[in-house]
């Protein structure tokens, strides 16, 4: 066992607090991470105040991890110590269902294991990245390629997967008109990917507070939801629209919005159930999606992409003992517009 520096949340309502946790011994397939920034989502929060079904205390949360490979296993091929890696929101599979086998390890029939609050394959809870190290299978382990900082790039394993994929899978590409809902986290990887992707970029945001970052991250409007007109202006426009808030939201008014067969996909996750009238689907054919992280191959190609394009995540390094500071940060949307945690200060 490998014990390390870590921080852990203990209980629904007190503050992430300094601890050690055991790593397992390396196995044939495991590989040693030396963690090197380990950013911040709103799963964590959510995951370590009990907000989404009772929590196994303590855990320590963080699935936006970067680092160096420490050590390999015996049998560890894809791997050598020294090589740039990342780890995401899971860190095994079952392998064999069909999901699986067609590479997407996300939707395992049998659950994924996710990278904390889990079970891992070996009857131990999992732990996450807020912490020096981590031990995960060489097959859950991704490259993060040269031209690609650790730190920028330790968000998009979590925000860059979960807007990468569902814009893939509905096909962005030059010409699509894209529409994202919300720029926090997830919103402004999905305005750089898209843009990238050669889409037109429009962002959906609450107010015009930061529309000259919308615009300056690759977006080529910029409409305020809180202004009525726009729901009107903006009518049968959009080939795919990403919804990456978690707040609840006027499904009807946003489905309006797409051209026939555009396709609304929820990214975020809102807790109350969200309501929607036939008649704002049928008339266009139009669909309501959602989509969850990716599998391993695609975020692999993710990250290749990102490093082709030269996109990261833009981030405000913060130390350990800021993380609970930073909780409230999120919680306000005062972050532009993701934390990174340099994994030196655990
Ligand atoms: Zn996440
Ligand atoms: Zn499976």
Same mark, same amino acid.
């Given at each position: 066992?490998?014990? *390390?520096? @870590?921080? @852990?949340? #203990? &209980?629904? #309502?007190?503050?992430? #607090?300094?601890?050690?946790?055991?790593?397992?011994?390396?196995?044939? !397939?495991?590989?040693?991470?030396?963690? #090197?920034?380990? /950013?911040? %989502? !709103? &799963?964590?929060?959510?995951? @370590?105040?009990?907000?989404? /079904?009772?929590?196994?205390?303590?855990?320590?949360?963080?699935?936006?991890?970067? =680092? *160096? *490979?420490?050590?390999?296993?015996?049998?560890?091929?894809?791997?050598?110590?020294?090589?740039?890696?990342?780890?995401?929101?899971?860190?095994?599979?079952?392998?064999?269902?069909?999901?699986?086998?067609?590479?997407?390890?996300?939707? %395992?029939?049998? =659950?994924?294991?996710?990278?904390?609050?889990?079970?891992?394959?070996?009857?131990?809870?999992?732990?996450?990245?807020?912490?020096? @190290?981590?031990?995960?299978?060489?097959?859950?382990?991704?490259?993060?390629?040269?031209?690609?900082?650790?730190? *920028?790039?330790?968000?998009?394993?979590?925000?860059?997967?979960?807007?990468y994929s569902p814009l893939r899978h509905w096909g962005v590409g030059p010409g699509s008109r894209v529409a994202v809902i919300g720029l926090g986290g997830l919103g402004h990887m999905a305005v750089k990917l898209a843009h990238a992707m050669g889409a037109e970029v429009t962002v959906l945001s609450q107010s015009l507070k930061k529309q000259e970052d919308g615009l300056r991250l690759g977006a080529d409007h910029y409409y305020a939801t809180g202004d009525e007109e726009t729901f009107a202006k903006l009518a049968d426009s959009f080939d795919v629209i990403l919804n990456t808030v978690s707040a609840k939201i006027d499904l009807d008014a946003y489905l309006g919005l797409l051209a026939v067969d555009g396709t609304l996909v929820n990214v975020g996750a809102p807790e109350e159930p969200l309501s929607v009238r036939a008649f704002s689907l049928i008339p266009a054919r139009r669909s309501f999606a959602g989509s969850?992280?990716? =599998?391993?191959?695609?975020?692999?190609?993710?990250?290749?992409?990102?490093?082709?394009?030269?996109?990261?995540?833009?981030i405000e390094v913060i130390r350990a003992e800021q993380i609970n500071e930073a909780y409230e940060r999120v919680l306000a949307s005062d972050v532009r517009y993701r934390f990174v945690i340099d994994a030196s200060t655990f």
């Open positions: 066992m490998l014990t *390390v520096n @870590a921080y @852990a949340a #203990t &209980s629904a #309502t007190g503050p992430l #607090t300094p601890t050690t946790i055991e790593r397992r011994d390396l196995g044939p !397939h495991d590989v040693l991470i030396d963690i #090197t920034f380990s /950013g911040i %989502c !709103h &799963s964590d929060i959510h995951t @370590a105040r009990s907000e989404w /079904g009772a929590t196994n205390y303590p855990i320590v949360v963080g699935h936006e991890i970067a =680092g *160096v *490979v420490r050590e390999v296993g015996a049998e560890v091929t894809k791997f050598a110590a020294g090589d740039r890696v990342g780890v995401g929101c899971m860190v095994d599979s079952c392998r064999e269902c069909d999901n699986c086998r067609k590479g997407l390890e996300q939707y %395992c029939l049998n =659950g994924n294991v996710g990278t904390y609050g889990a079970v891992d394959r070996d009857g131990r809870p999992t732990q996450g990245g807020y912490a020096q @190290a981590i031990v995960v299978t060489e097959d859950f382990v991704l490259r993060i390629p040269d031209g690609l900082a650790l730190d *920028v790039a330790a968000p998009l394993l979590c925000a860059g997967i979960t807007t969850m992280i990716g =599998g391993i191959a695609e975020t692999q190609e993710m990250l290749d992409f990102c490093a082709e394009h030269g996109l990261g995540a833009e």
